[in-house]
């Protein structure tokens, strides 16, 4: 933009400034922390074998047999502690796709017009699905017990830290069910997005000598 005028530059910008701030809104933090970790395994793994990691230079069947070795060390477990299944691979894919796609409007990960990864990748994929079987589906926790958990903390005997404890976990248990249930937006926040949980969002009061609620000190030890 150096070309332009200093009165429109500033006011393009101002304009730019406003289209990151929606582009920014449109991510969830942990998926855009996500997808930045597995644009980073695989720019390493071009540089380890001399790949153009956006796939710009590279003639189809190359990209393909290294998109398909990369796939095959997701899955063996070298970016992380153990082999994982195929729905972890598939997520790593599609995240650098979609980096290379909103670089260069290309997505060469995927059959053009569709939602499917090339053949080679797919098929792959499909296989390893198999051989991974069904997902092992586990009892939920009914609300039960941390009603439970509560009602055994606020006996007589216990101390307040443990009767602290055990409303927070209450409040956990709930906040799986809203991601944001319980945190406030900011006052020129237009958005319907909430924050997640934090630390931070956590206030503990205690009665003083009057009986009176009294918000107690952040910098108050257990």
Known sequence: MEHLPAVTKNRVTSHLRIAVAGFKNGRVAETSKARAAH?????????????????????FKRAST??????????DGDYGRKKVKAATVSTALAAINT??????????????GTKQFIPLLQQTLDGWS??????????????????????????????????AGADLVLIAFYFLLRVG?????????????????RIKDVTLFQKDVGGRLKQVSRQVQP
Not at 134 to 153: G, R
Request: hydrophobic share 35%; glycine share 4%.
């Open 66 to 75: 290294f998109l398909w070795a990369f796939a095959a060390s997701v899955r």
């Open 181 to 197: 249930e319980y945190t406030v937006k900011g006052t020129r926040n237009e958005t319907k997005r909430t924050v997640q949980f």
């Open 130 to 163: 198999n051989e991974d079987g069904p997902v092992q589906k586990k009892m939920p926790v009914e609300v039960d017990v941390p009603e439970h958990l509560v009602k055994c903390a606020h006996q007589q005997e216990t101390d307040e830290f443990t009767k």
């Open 39 to 59: 644009w980073r395994h695989w720019r390493a793994y071009c540089q380890l074998v001399g790949l153009d990691p956006y796939l710009q230079r590279t003639d």
């Open 99 to 112: 980096t290379i796609l909103l670089d260069t409007n290309k997505a060469p990960l995927k059959v053009e």
